[in-house]
């Protein structure tokens, strides 16, 4: 079953920029890069935990604040050499809202 | 409709290139490579150790079948190319393939040279190149015993050490005086051959090749003076010839190698050339190091990016034999017009050379202890100025305390030695990703380990490694690109801004031609400060692109909360002040309450979305930002001076405070500390400190440069004032000029070891028409930015990024 969450507008997030979407126990870190498009990812880092929302924001991907590991936002994978998974959700944008799959 | 790129010669600069070139432009051509070797690409600087049997020819191979299929490269394996059409831009191959060619590039090598001596076709007479000649060196040594090895050199010494390893009687015929005499001196070429001597290595030194004798085979070499050795195998290595066969006949301008401009293109401006097959500038090169620094402007021009040039590399030799360290770079023989200093340890087996030239570093070989060679070799590349280091030159680098891993001695580390304290990387992890993956820059080492990524205080360390490990074939590049999204270093971007007065970082990378849209972390901050420093009126800071404390104004810790830590000016503070930080400790349950190293109080665990609120109950007692998390002035530490001391000669308090007041708030490269001690007895170690006040009776020393973190450096005293207004004036010229002309992260310390302290003093101490200068666009930065409008204030109050403290959304 998949729902999906109206979480706030585009520009409630600054280009390049991210927000934190509470859902529960859970962060997820909700981004905007340059194309005006959105990701969506659990706010913690595969390596150590570190808040992604916290990171710098660049193309589609996002470098932890903390080692500076890079995250692809696509899919919540870490950017080779890494190794690593954070969980994704997918995102769509309808009428300048925001919208997050949680499952 | 992709274009098509052929790349003849399968070797480590042809694909080194279609490396750099599928990174940067990945979908442009169609990429067809021919190698006449029935391998995939290999590591060729790593065939000592496979002749030693320290490693298989698996474990030195680069890029294998998977490779060329994953990205689309067609290879022909053992297939040499015989023509090349150049009107019809077709190349022919021997298997009597032909393809056609949009861009041609030519990484042909090179070829031992073999010297023409009668009998030199027999045999059991090789050159020590490729796989081919190292396996028949171990199959030799299976059955028979002896082995001749023609040329003390770089090669035939590694040759010459693996057939030993192999079980063989090895004799070393050199035609000169002294063994690598293109890479060492008379004294240290004599230590070498005295070492290898021990090691079982047997030398027929100023000797001269006429006639290799044998019946079907080798069988025995005689020489100019009549004398004979009686040997199985005879491995020439007496220097490479680049291979142009090709190239000459196909009418490609030729000298010694095919001759090729700053952009690695040659006389048909379709075609490329890289690598050992080359001539640029005069020079030939045979070693690996350069082709790094070619293959990536080679990459730029064929992605039609057309930035970029070659100048030449400065190389620099390691010699990878066990048990012997030796290393050289640059003019180490020196002539008349320069001067050496030579420190010679006979019983330790040291001899170490610097040659200098106007105070400049333009050489040096180093044998026994080599630690110091890859900062040496540094200084030499960077033409720093050593005039003020030059009585503890010889005594390296690491004589100053060194914070995190002590000793230093790369070479007789155990693997399980930690080599990076931060990211817990080992001595074994570094050289095994060096092997395994192939990586020769301290950049991939960074990436695939972390090693020396967080603080960076073992980078020493790491390109210690490297050379060890890769030997002569590593060379550091000569100026570092900031990261990877541009070709060009600090200096250069920098120099841009101000001259094309570049104020935003969309500006920059635009005109400087930026890889990609958006940069990367690394460059972004960097790029972020340069515009802002250079141009504090016209630009606008760019918020997204600075690290998370600076825009959240707290430190992140590690478990995602922050820390606050307002200012005590001069490390004074009110029972009010304190009373209010307790209020706030107790408010917001704050556990851990930390008096910080620079005499001021630190709360810790702090949500983000109470930062707001916890700084406008600090604001309310008259409490403002530390800037405890910024790339700015931190903190003045102080003692108390003559108002209380019995020892005290000034109002150190007094005058810590009106530099704080004075510097607070500015942004800077890297943090910045200062303190002022009432008598020299130092009390607030203002000579560790990047600027340091000491009182004395008749006035103020000033100090600069200090740093007590990774490496401690004590400060140096740049001179003595008699006035407070003074005191002021050059702090705030001291801070400006590091602000506009040290690099991004790169403290006071290092950034004055670069470019001399002589060069700061004669700026602000010598040229007071400069120093005013410097204080005046001191001042002016710090009220055009508005920088003493406090931080915390205006996210408590005024609503400045509010986005940032507050969830978009809270649901479930």
Same mark, same amino acid.
């Given at each position: 079953m998949s729902n999906w969450i109206e979480v706030g507008a585009v520009d409630d997030i600054p280009v390049l920029g991210a927000r934190v979407v509470k859902n529960g126990d859970v962060d997820i870190a909700v981004f905007r890069n340059s194309n005006n498009e959105v990701f969506a990812v659990t706010d913690s880092c595969p390596h150590k935990q570190g808040k992604l929302s916290q990171g710098i924001v660049h193309d589609k991907s996002v470098t932890c604040p903390l080692h500076n590991w890079k995250i692809d936002l696509t899919n919540g994978e870490a950017l080779a050499p890494d190794e690593g998974c954070t969980g994704h959700y997918a995102t769509k944008i309808e009428s300048g809202k925001i919208f997050v799959e949680i499952k | 409709m992709k274009e098509k790129l052929v790349v003849i010669g399968n070797g480590m600069a042809g694909m080194r290139t279609v490396e750099e070139l599928l990174e940067i432009a990945p979908d442009k051509y169609d990429i067809t490579v021919f190698g006449a070797e029935p391998y995939g690409n290999y590591n060729r600087i790593l065939l000592s150790p496979v002749l030693c049997?320290?490693? +298989?020819?698996?474990?030195?191979?680069?890029? %294998?079948?998977?490779?060329?299929e994953d990205n689309n490269i067609t290879l022909h394996k053992g297939v040499k190319v015989t023509d090349v059409n150049r009107k019809a831009c077709t190349v022919t191959a021997d298997d009597g393939t032909t393809i056609d060619y949009d861009r041609l590039l030519i990484s042909t090598g090179s070829d031992p040279f073999i010297i023409p001596v009668p009998g030199h076709d027999l045999p059991g007479v090789i050159g020590f190149r490729d796989i081919k000649d190292v396996d028949t060196m171990i199959e030799t040594s299976k059955s028979k015993k002896r082995a001749v090895v023609i040329g003390g050199g770089l090669l035939g010494l590694e040759a010459a050490n693996g057939l030993i390893k192999q079980g063989m009687d090895v004799t070393v015929i $050199?035609?000169?005086?002294?063994?690598?005499?293109?890479?060492?001196?008379?004294?240290?070429?004599?230590?070498?051959? $005295?070492?290898?001597?021990? @090691?079982?290595?047997?030398?027929?030194?100023?000797?001269?090749?006429?006639?290799?004798?044998?019946?079907?085979?080798?069988?025995?070499i005689v020489f100019?003076?009549?004398?004979?050795?009686?040997? %199985?195998?005879?491995?020439?290595?007496?220097?490479?010839?680049?291979?142009?066969?090709?190239?000459?006949k196909i009418g490609l301008h030729c000298e010694r190698g095919i001759v090729v401009n700053d952009t690695l293109q040659t006389y048909d401006p379709k075609i490329y050339a890289i690598g050992e097959c080359i001539e640029h500038r005069g020079m030939v090169y045979g070693l690996v190091a350069p082709l790094f620094e070619m293959a990536k402007v080679c990459a730029n021009h064929l992605a039609e990016y057309g930035i970029g040039i070659y100048e030449g590399t400065i190389t620099s030799t390691k010699l990878k034999v066990t048990g012997i360290d030796l290393f050289s770079a640059g003019d180490f023989m020196g002539d008349e017009t320069t001067e050496d200093i030579v420190v010679r340890d006979a019983s330790r087996g040291v001899y170490k050379k610097i040659v200098i030239k106007d105070e400049k570093i333009l050489g040096a070989v180093l044998y026994g202890?080599?630690? %110091?060679?890859?900062? &040496?070799? @540094?200084?030499?590349?960077?033409?720093?100025?050593?005039?003020?280091?030059?009585?503890?030159?010889?005594?390296?680098?690491? $004589?100053?305390?060194?914070?995190?891993?002590?000793?230093?001695?790369?070479?007789?580390?155990?693997?399980?030695?930690?080599?990076?304290?931060?990211?817990?990387?080992?001595?074994?992890?570094?050289?095994?990703?060096? +092997?395994?993956k192939g990586l020769f820059t301290l950049e991939e080492v960074r990436a695939h380990t972390k090693a020396s990524s967080s603080c960076g205080s073992c980078t020493g360390l790491v390109?210690?490694?490297?050379?060890?490990?890769?030997?002569?074939? &590593?060379?550091?590049?000569?100026?570092?690109?900031?990261?990877?999204?541009? %070709?060009h270093t600090h200096d250069y971007v920098r120099e841009q801004i101000r001259k094309q007065k570049l104020t935003s970082i969309s500006d920059v990378y635009k005109k400087l031609n930026w890889k990609n849209d958006d940069g990367c972390a690394a460059c972004r901050m960097s790029v972020n400060y340069y515009v802002i420093s250079t141009w504090p009126e016209e630009s606008k800071d760019d918020y997204q692109s600075r690290f998370i404390n600076e825009r959240a104004h707290a430190n992140i810790q590690k478990d995602g909360t922050y820390s606050v830590i307002p200012r005590m000016w001069g490390g004074m503070t009110t029972p009010k002040e304190l009373r209010a930080i307790a209020n706030v400790a107790e408010k917001f349950d704050l556990d851990?309450?930390?008096?910080?190293?620079? @005499?001021?109080?630190?709360?810790?665990?702090?949500?983000?979305?109470?930062?707001?609120?916890?700084?406008?109950?600090?604001?309310?007692?008259?409490?403002?930002?530390? $800037?405890?998390?910024?790339?700015?002035?931190? +903190?003045?530490?102080?003692?108390?001076?003559?108002?209380?001391?019995?020892?005290? +000669? @000034?109002?150190?308090?007094?005058?810590?405070?009106?530099?704080?007041?004075?510097s607070w708030g500015s942004w800077m490269p890297h943090k910045f500390k200062m303190a002022a001690s009432g008598c020299p007895r130092n009390c607030a170690e203002?000579?560790?400190?990047?600027?340091g006040v000491v009182c004395v009776d008749s006035g103020y020393e000033l100090h600069i440069g200090g740093n007590g973190g990774i490496a401690v450096r004590v400060t140096d005293l740049l001179t003595k004032v008699e006035t407070e207004e003074e005191v002021l004036e050059y702090a705030a010229a001291f801070c400006q000029i590091y602000r506009e002309e040290a690099r991004y992260l790169e403290r006071t310390a290092p950034w004055i070891e670069r470019v001399g302290f002589t060069y700061v003093k004669e700026s602000i101490v010598d040229d007071a028409a400069k120093r005013k200068e410097l204080a005046e666009r001191f001042k002016f930065s710090q009220e055009v930015t508005k920088s003493q409008d406090d931080p915390w204030t205006e996210r408590s109050t005024k609503g400045v990024d509010a986005h940032e403290f507050v969830p978009l959304k809270v649901i479930g």
């Open positions: - | 049997g320290e490693k +298989t020819i698996d474990e030195i191979m680069l890029n %294998d079948d998977q490779w060329y $050199h035609l000169m005086d002294w063994l690598m005499e293109r890479q060492m001196d008379d004294i240290s070429g004599e230590m070498l051959k $005295h070492s290898l001597e021990e @090691q079982g290595m047997k030398f027929k030194m100023k000797a001269s090749t006429t006639e290799i004798l044998g019946d079907g085979k080798v069988e025995k100019a003076d009549g004398s004979e050795i009686e040997t %199985d195998l005879i491995v020439m290595a007496v220097g490479i010839r680049p291979n142009i066969e090709l190239a000459k202890d080599t630690i %110091d060679g890859a900062w &040496y070799f @540094q200084l030499m590349r960077e033409g720093t100025n050593i005039s003020d280091i030059r009585d503890a030159l010889m005594f390296g680098q690491g $004589h100053l305390g060194d914070s995190g891993h002590g000793g230093n001695v790369v070479a007789n580390m155990s693997d399980d030695a930690e080599i990076c304290g931060c990211n817990g990387v080992s001595k074994g992890d570094v050289v095994k990703a060096i +092997t395994v390109e210690q490694i490297l050379e060890s490990t890769l030997g002569g074939d &590593y060379a550091a590049p000569e100026a570092k690109p900031i990261c990877a999204c541009t %070709d851990t309450v930390h008096v910080t190293g620079g @005499q001021r109080i630190g709360l810790y665990g702090v949500k983000k979305e109470e930062l707001p609120l916890i700084w406008k109950d600090l604001n309310d007692e008259g409490l403002v930002s530390g $800037h405890a998390y910024g790339k700015a002035l931190r +903190t003045v530490k102080t003692c108390v001076g003559k108002e209380w001391c019995r020892f005290g +000669t @000034q109002d150190s308090t007094g005058i810590g405070i009106k530099l704080e007041q004075l203002a000579t560790i400190k990047d600027f």
